[in-house]
Structures are given as C-alpha cells and as structure tokens.
C-alpha cells in the first residue's frame, strides 16, 4: 500500500514536470514532438481529421497495447499520471509563461524543453506510469522487444519526425528532432537512477 501510494506520489510529480515544460517551453517557442502529437498534425495535414479525433483514437489504442503487455497496475498508474499531467497543465494555462523570452532562441528552448520532458517522463516511466500515448506505446515496445526505452522513444519519434518531413521543412524540424533525442536519453537516465544492474 505504502508503495503504491508512493509510485502514485512518483507518477504525479512526473506529470507536473511534464506539462510545465510543454506549456511553459514548447508550447510558446514552436518546438513539436514527435509521438502522437507529431502523428495527430500528420493526419490532419492529409487527411483533414482533427487531432482532438485522431489523437484520442491513439492515445486509447496505445494504452490499450501498454495494458495488454505490462498488466493492471500499468493501467492504474498511467490514469493517476495522465490526471496529474491534465490538472496540472490546466493550472499552468491560468499564468503567464515563466520563461516568455525563450521563444527567441530555439536552441535553447529545445534544450530546456527536452530536460523537463525527460525527467517527467522518466519518474512516471520508473514508476510503470504513462502519462500520454507516446509514453505508453514506448514503454510497450521495450517490454516486447527488450529495447531500451530510450531508444523505445527514439523509434516512434524519429518515424513520426520523418513523416512529417512531408509537408514541414527540416529547417523547422531541426530543433524538434534535437530535443526527442535529449528528451529520449534523458528518460532512460531517469528511469535507471538508483537501480543496480538487472533490477531495472
């Protein structure tokens, strides 16, 4: 129980890191990700669906793919972290941004971003918590394959990044594909913080 609640603790606090650095950083220098974000704008660019559609469609078909391969718990844990990742934004949304004049160096704020990313990411991953889509379907693909999660994430994103080369320039793209990389890396460093080789 007392466990639990701490993983609960873990997942929410992830989530929160999470969503201040999306709205905080990405949402306001134009910097994307890949994932189901990236694969939302994809759809609609093409095929004129909304991605308020497309991407609940996906989120539900990764969880639903996470829940199959890693059990309940996963399922558990994942809606205390997207809740988390939901209010938490929502509050963050009522202020201004914390950092308004980082839109004006994208390097920067692809840096910054992919750190908030990673470490949110990682605690509700160490905790077998998903709190998006991407989140989930990584975690999936590692316990299926046995790939490390960071390269896990590195897949989806750079198939969604390469798509998406469709119809945005690479120019654009440049700074979104830097911070997947750093964000990715970043989640597996988390992840493995503390744990001894094989307890992973």
Not at 95 to 102: G, K, L, R, S
């Amino acid at each position: 129980m007392i466990k639990n609640l701490k993983s609960c603790f873990i997942a929410i606090v992830g989530s929160v890191i999470l969503s201040f650095g999306l709205y905080n950083v990405h949402s306001f220098s134009c910097i994307t990700e890949g994932g189901v974000l990236g694969m939302s704008l994809f759809i609609k660019h093409w095929f004129g669906i909304s991605p308020s559609v497309s991407s609940m469609i996906m989120n539900i078909l990764c969880y639903c793919f996470g829940y199959k391969l890693l059990g309940k718990q996963f399922i558990v844990f994942s809606i205390v972290s997207a809740m988390g990742f939901s209010v938490s934004f929502r509050i963050f949304e009522i202020f201004p941004p914390v950092f308004p004049a980082i839109a004006d160096y994208p390097l920067l704020a692809s840096v910054v971003g992919a750190l908030f990313i990673g470490v949110g990411a990682g605690l509700c991953v160490r905790v077998n918590a998903a709190p998006g889509g991407d989140d989930a379907l990584a975690m999936g693909i590692s316990k299926l394959t046995g790939m490390k999660i960071e390269y896990a994430y590195l897949l989806i994103d750079l198939v969604v990044i390469g798509l998406s080369l469709t119809y945005i320039s690479f120019s654009k793209l440049w700074y979104s594909l830097l911070t997947v990389i750093i964000s990715g890396q970043i989640v597996g460093v988390v992840q493995k913080i503390g744990f001894k080789k094989g307890e992973e």
